[in-house]
């Protein structure tokens, strides 16, 4: 039976304890670094988006409210928003942290600035 036991990231032989698994603390963070790489990169992906979105409508809004022609939020992704809210009379707020936009139609979007959870 071989007892040889190897570094999950270099291979190299390990010595000490019996369930060490890493040669040394460089091997395991590379390891778990490479393992969580894409699902960072998604999340980093999303996070700048959202945060896309959010500056488009803070600068937007310089008010409490705000109406804007759809076609000026022509950088902004509709697909990316951090919750939604339906208001009093059944419209649906999509928001981007703290800020909002409602679509009223006829091609016009009114942005709230403060909405909370």
């Given amino acids: ?36 790489a894409f699902q960072n990169n998604s999340i980093r992906n999303i996070n700048n988006t959202l945060r896309k979105n959010r500056r488009i409508l803070d600068a937007l809004c310089p008010a409490r409210t705000a109406r804007v022609r759809r076609k000026t939020l022509a950088d902004f992704d509709f697909g990316y928003f951090t919750h939604h809210r339906k208001s009093r009379n059944g419209t649906t707020c999509y928001c981007v942290y703290d800020m909002g936009y409602l679509e009223l139609g006829n091609d016009l979007v009114m942005i709230v600035r403060g909405v909370t959870m």
């Fill in 1 to 36: 039976m071989n007892n040889t036991r190897t570094c999950r990231e270099c291979g190299s032989r390990l010595r000490g304890r019996a369930d060490q698994k890493f040669c040394s603390d460089m091997c395991r963070n590379t390891h778990h670094n490479r393992l969580t």
